[in-house]
């Protein structure tokens, strides 16, 4: 006797449930019944999270689709999905973009979707998600796949379900959605930046932040300059008992010596010109909460020694007072420095570093993050989609390859900034603004080679034009590094501490080199 096709997709969903499976394996197999129920060119699972949808699991779709966070505001066909509980099928003529336009795998020529079916999803009669199905080819749904995706959208609710109970064994689900509106309500933002990856290393890093949020310790974030450290750090500090006071962030490197003091601090009436009246530093602004000492490397010596009482003690004093405040303040250091270098080459004190270093947490770069470029990729991609008002924007197949085999001395910030310049470089060379647009690789700007590129970003010297004939090696010593200098404060906007990280110098030191060649 046949089976009948319904029963013979849901069956193997209903062994699964027993299961204790793998979050994604469960989803990939669900996705897996389902296009072998309803064949289709691509099939999606979707966590609503707030006002905007997260895609847990694709089949047929472009890998970077799972860094995608899809707004509902941006996007009406989920909203229409989300706001009727039984399927609803989209006609091959809706004027409606479809979120998966130029996503499709297998677009054979032409990338916009014609049919699309979706279904949400409820757990304990609330909205949970959605699954969509899409086809490039209209009519490729019938009456009879709106039935049976309806019956099978109970099992899939049934499905994330168990996976969920498997996981409220610690009661992570509902702890992370708490958390997750806890930090939206703190960072007073419609929703929280993610640390987005599937990679092993990326998993090794949520563990870590798993681990230290619970404690109050002092965590020293490092990390080349671009991997993410002031997510991290969010994410700490979201994951804390401290999540409802204040996250306080300075930039060490970004102010004038004479300032970090005041910064960090405050300051009363008349202690220094222009201190027209009294100013709560930072540390006091943090009180209860957390404060992120980024490029915490770059500040002073003297300032280091007033930082190390203060997490000694827990007491301050304004800059120009003699009165004492006490805080409590958990701190959060972050470093693109070898700070134990930095100590045996004197530049650093070694008592503050280890009072930083309680837990020392390494952010890895994102060459060593593998397939996770996609997905942020795709993330920016619907970012820049969404600021451009396109109806897709999508990787070519050569694109995403390249983007696989670059090295990222920028690690994630370069890849953010690249694809912003990308798409509008790809826009420009457009004769008219297309619907859907497609970054190749000749759009990336990927610059040299892997194998040549610089860790720190600076071009290498050979990309210097080289200084013209001179009298001496002296006089051509000095031109070529009045040119790397000027180079490299042209890159950062006249930040010195960024110019001399990127030159491997002491703050310091460069400035008075500059000196000594007339550039300041």
Same mark, same amino acid.
């Given at each position: ?5 319904l029963?013979?997709a ?72 989300l706001?009727?509980r ?86 992570? #689900? ?19 930046t ?32 671009g991997v ?17 006071k ?59 020694a007033?930082?190390?009482r ?16 006490r ?30 270093s ?26 820049n ?14 694109a ?23 798409a ?19 759009d ?10 610089p860790a ?19 006089? #051509?010593v ?43």
């Amino acid at each position: 006797m046949t089976t009948h096709p319904l029963l013979q997709a849901l069956l193997p969903l209903v062994d699964d449930l027993s299961r204790e499976l793998a979050e994604d394996e469960r989803y990939r197999r669900l996705l897996a019944a389902l296009r072998a129920l309803i064949p289709c060119d691509a099939t999606a699972l979707l966590r609503l999270d707030g006002e905007q949808l997260i895609p847990l699991a694709v089949d047929g779709l472009s890998p970077d689709t799972l860094g995608r966070r899809f707004a509902l505001a941006e996007h009406p066909r989920f909203e229409m999905l989300l706001g009727d509980r039984a399927p609803t099928r989209f006609a091959a003529d809706s004027d409606l973009p479809d979120p998966y336009d130029g996503l499709v795998e297998e677009h054979v020529g032409h990338l916009e979707v014609h049919d699309c079916l979706g279904c949400p999803l409820f757990i304990d009669d609330r909205p949970w998600g959605l699954i969509t199905l899409d086809s490039l080819e209209p009519g490729s749904f019938a009456q009879s796949d709106l039935d049976n995706l309806e019956a099978f959208a109970r099992l899939a609710a049934a499905s994330v379900k168990a996976n969920d109970r498997l996981l409220s064994l610690t009661q992570r #689900a509902e702890a992370e959605r708490q958390l997750a509106a806890r930090f939206r309500e703190v960072a007073g933002q419609a929703g929280a930046t993610e640390i987005i990856g599937q990679s092993s290393a990326h998993k090794r890093l949520q563990a870590e932040i798993d681990t230290v949020a619970g404690s109050d310790l002092t965590v020293l974030i490092a990390g080349e300059t671009g991997v993410g450290k002031e997510l991290v750090a969010q994410a700490i500090h979201a994951r804390s008992a401290r999540a409802r006071k204040p996250l306080i962030s300075i930039n060490c490197a970004a102010l004038p010596d004479q300032l970090v003091e005041s910064e960090l601090f405050g300051h009363v009436r008349g202690a220094f010109t222009g201190a027209s009246g009294e100013r709560s530093g930072k540390f006091e602004l943090a009180d209860g909460g957390t404060l992120l000492l980024d490029e915490v490397g770059e500040l002073p010596l003297p300032v280091q020694a007033k930082l190390l009482r203060v997490l000694q003690s827990g007491q301050l004093q304004r800059l120009g007072s003699d009165r004492e405040h006490r805080v409590d303040v958990r701190i959060l250091a972050a470093t693109n420095r070898d700070l134990a270098e930095e100590v045996r080459a004197g530049r650093f004190r070694a008592d503050l570093y280890h009072r930083l270093s309680v837990y020392p947490l390494q952010v890895p770069p994102l060459r060593e993050r593998g397939r996770d470029v996609l997905l942020l990729a795709g993330h920016f991609l619907e970012q820049n989609r969404a600021r451009l008002h396109l109806r897709g924007l999508r990787l070519g197949a050569e694109a995403q390859t390249a983007l696989l085999r670059h090295d990222w001395p920028g690690n994630v910030r370069e890849l953010e900034h690249l694809l912003g310049r990308a798409a509008l470089k790809a826009l420009a060379r457009q004769p008219e603004r297309p619907r859907i647009l497609s970054l190749e690789t000749c759009d990336l700007d990927l610059g040299l080679p892997a194998a040549v590129a610089p860790a720190n970003g600076a071009p290498p010297p050979e990309a210097l034009e080289a200084p013209a004939a001179v009298g001496d090696l002296r006089q #051509a010593v000095d031109e070529y590094q009045r040119r790397l200098i000027q180079a490299a404060l042209q890159r950062t906007q006249d930040n010195w501490a960024a110019a001399a990280r990127e030159l491997g110098l002491d703050r310091a030191n460069l400035h008075r080199l500059a000196t000594r060649l007339g550039i300041k």
